[in-house]
């Protein structure tokens, strides 16, 4: 077990300084590393495999939904920019510019997209004619540059991964239905893919996407007590509409302005899932979404090779022929004890163990990654229980981390209490809210919290509260917290 | 039909004038529209489908050959480009260079990546140590930017898609291994799934890849005689290796440099599919990647919404459960003959009609997109014979362009010759070639036809000719033609 220590010893302990844990993680575990310009990260191979699960999950909601991909250019030339004057009051601080093409400057500077409103809106006054052309239904994947002064590997970097929906509805009513109808999927996506729960509700106004007409958002809770924002999903009313000039004959024969919405997710759920499960060992990793889900270590005692071996190599192939993802780690530089905490450290959700004693025995050894159980499972049609323990895993993460949420959720009443809780017990402070920016900067001031969200209406409990920064009667519910 | 010719009469005919016929189609079959930047295009849900195909037939061999996906940063500090020369002079005339970061004006200017060897390279360099570490195999799917002159959607854009793969090898012969192995792969991928024969081989001194040792590629021929390079595979040898410190202690101990290659593919693959299959009244889209694979057409007359209509819906589920990609075209704003042309023109390779008369026969009629020839099918247990169809259209495309490739392929003798096949019949032209820049660049001066392969050894046919320029003896066989 000396290895197994050594290895321990190379990460700050989660429950130490999770401020340091994570970075440190980040980069033992091999899911990014640092590049040589401020504020990026290389995805490496591991970390870029859970967000290449995180995508296809997501991507065949997406479709089913009736969205379609397409792809737009990477570049905004600044007068679309400009025209939508709070998204460019909001989004300016952070463009990159593009000023020279070749040898030769440019006329007009070029914004690297800090997100596609201006130039889909572009596009879209060129395609919508009629109500007949009604909803367009687009989605897109691609990178976007956003100038960042303080970055973190995969929760806010300079250049990030995500999809971008942007949709056309001859109604208000659609675009608010298909708001919601996206805020939904997300958090279903949320919970069931990556076993984060999630609070989902409206940003107010202060913390709404720059040009919307409102922005609802979903809010997972990291093991920390901080919030993260995890996506978030606009009604964007006429206003880009107005300003991009995306009119339709409607049927009727007059003209109207389309409605629209936008909604995201990024690379940052990569970093949802390692903060919301990770432990002092390492990464805990959601089954769906871990690029191995199970790693067979053969105990290499003896003949191993020719006694253990053959027999995990059959193993290895039963579980991928049930479609499992499973690696053989027969490496001969490294102990068992080693790969052992090796992987957990990776967050591989379940081990199985061959020794000679397993072999005799027609078995193999499992390790789960949650609770560290350990059971001998039959060879003999392993792949069943083997999937049944992954659904199991699953299932433990999701409800491990709805408990903490609820523990890490308090209903707090007057202003002292609530800093007190948020001091001493961080997580999710649920209170009332006047709905005034005076308050809501106070509050952050003073305590460095923000509104996470505002609960709707079906959402609130019945009755009503003091505001609680002004005392004044209110029914707007709230989520406070620290947020990354 | 009125309004079928009304459609047709909309696009220039293929066989009348070729460059006027591509980019209409490229329009009309809403693959791709122009968007307000100087060369670039924004690929709609038609056309970016067939990319999404594409991509999931590659990458599915790309990792079943044991390459991961991962991704590095779109921004190239200056004086990481700078470090090798050749690649640096290479690529230098066509970046984009971002000088402004929100309202600072950066110290260093970081260049789009206009390809990744150079970023790639410095990260390569912290993670190989040791012979353990190698082979990295690592393939990246992202957007590039070149800053073209002339452009054309799909096949020369300023921003495009692509995956690169980067690799790096222990030994020179491991890193020649892989370099071909890839080179073969993109042939076997573009036979199979786009139904495009290609020549392979190698490029010469003048067209290989700035920085590369030696270039390998595919040719396609499309359908107006002209070559279009379809993908490129790189030996690096130690070049980069040894300007980004790329070294490992080899098993004796000693430090080495590593030996790389990489290799690539772009969205310019679905320019190749229009301009190979294509013809007078529009696309023909290879089933493997068409979005659409089977649209079905009800014969809306008389009470055809109770009678036909559910026929039609009934066969949607069947096919769609047999994994087919099918669409019911219900519009009651078109008439058939109007949907006929419309799917036509946008390479449906299978059309099914279901009217009164095929009810009562529990039948529907195929029309083929290649052949035009009709067949009615029976209802009953209709998948298969469907699946039958596609795979004999998908295999007579791929026969046909075969045979256009092999008529339009001309073994020349003498520079005459050359000069008049190439501007009567264009095509390939199969002849010797002395190895010297002095005739490549004079035939190309002359005649604009380039060397498009230099046949491998293998691939030579016994003997030798003079070089077609200046007569000398050679045994390198080549293949010119005039290319995109």
């Known amino acids: 077990m000396k290895e197994n220590d050594r290895l321990v010893r190379n990460i700050t302990a989660k429950s130490e300084d999770f401020s340091k844990w994570y970075p440190e993680i980040i980069r033992k575990a091999a899911l990014a590393d640092y590049a040589p310009i401020k504020g990026m990260m290389v995805i490496r191979p591991y970390g870029y495999a859970i967000w290449e699960y995180i995508q296809a999950h997501l991507d065949r909601r997406i479709k089913s939904s009736g969205h379609e991909n397409a792809y737009f250019p990477l570049f905004v030339p600044e007068s679309l920019l400009q025209k939508e004057t709070a998204h460019l009051e909001g989004f300016s601080p952070e463009v990159a510019w593009v000023t020279q093409?070749?040898?030769?400057?440019?006329?007009?500077?070029?914004?690297?997209?800090?997100?596609?409103?201006?130039?889909?809106?572009?596009?879209?006054?060129?395609?919508?004619?009629?109500?007949?052309?009604?909803?367009?239904?687009?989605?897109?994947?691609?990178?976007?540059?956003?100038?960042?002064k303080v970055t973190r590997p995969f929760l806010r970097t300079t250049e990030f991964l995500w999809q971008e929906g942007h949709t056309a509805h001859e109604t208000q009513e659609g675009a608010q239905e298909e708001t919601l109808k996206i805020l939904a999927l997300y958090k279903e996506f949320s919970e069931t893919e990556l076993a984060v729960p999630v609070l989902s509700g409206e940003k107010t106004e202060k913390e709404k996407f720059a040009g919307a007409q409102m922005t609802y958002c979903i809010e997972g809770l990291m093991s920390d007590g901080k919030a993260l924002q995890m996506g978030t999903s606009h009604d964007l009313g006429q206003n880009f509409a107005q300003v991009f000039n995306i009119r339709f004959e409607d049927r009727e024969q007059t003209l109207q302005y389309a409605w629209q919405t936008s909604w995201g997710v990024s690379t940052r759920l990569v970093g949802a899932v390692v903060m919301c499960h990770g432990d002092d060992s390492g990464l805990k990793l959601p089954p769906r979404v871990a690029p191995v889900q199970v790693v067979i270590v053969p105990i290499s005692v003896g003949d191993w090779k020719e006694t253990v071996l053959p027999v995990a190599r059959q193993l290895e192939v039963s579980l991928k022929q049930a479609g499992i993802r499973v690696k053989l780690d027969a490496r001969e530089e490294f102990t068992p004890g080693w790969k052992f905490s090796d992987w957990e450290m990776r967050g591989v959700p379940l081990r199985l163990e061959v020794g000679p004693r397993d072999v005799k025995n027609n078995q193999a050894l499992s390790a789960r990654r949650d609770t560290r159980e350990k059971q001998p499972l039959s060879l003999e049609n392993i792949a069943d229980p083997v999937l049944k323990l992954l659904d199991d895993?699953?299932?433990?993460?999701?409800?491990?981390?709805?408990?903490?949420?609820?523990?890490?959720?308090?209903?707090?009443?007057?202003?002292?209490?609530?800093?007190?809780?948020?001091?001493?017990?961080?997580?999710?402070?649920?209170?009332f809210w006047c709905g005034s920016a005076e308050c809501e900067n106070q509050i952050k001031e003073e305590t460095m919290a923000t509104i996470r969200v505002v609960l709707m209406e079906e959402d609130r409990d019945s009755g009503d509260g003091g505001c609680i920064c002004c005392g004044k009667g209110s029914q707007e519910q709230v989520y406070f917290a620290r947020a990354y």
């Open 101 to 148: 093409g070749g040898a030769d400057e440019l006329e007009e500077r070029l914004a690297v997209r800090p997100t596609s409103e201006a130039i889909i809106g572009h596009m879209y006054s060129k395609w919508i004619k009629s109500y007949r052309d009604l909803p367009v239904l687009i989605n897109q994947w691609a990178n976007i540059v956003r100038w960042e």
């Open 393 to 431: 895993i699953q299932n433990n993460l999701l409800q491990s981390a709805r408990k903490f949420q609820k523990e890490n959720t308090h209903v707090v009443g007057d202003y002292a209490e609530f800093k007190t809780v948020l001091e001493e017990k961080k997580g999710f402070l649920k209170t």
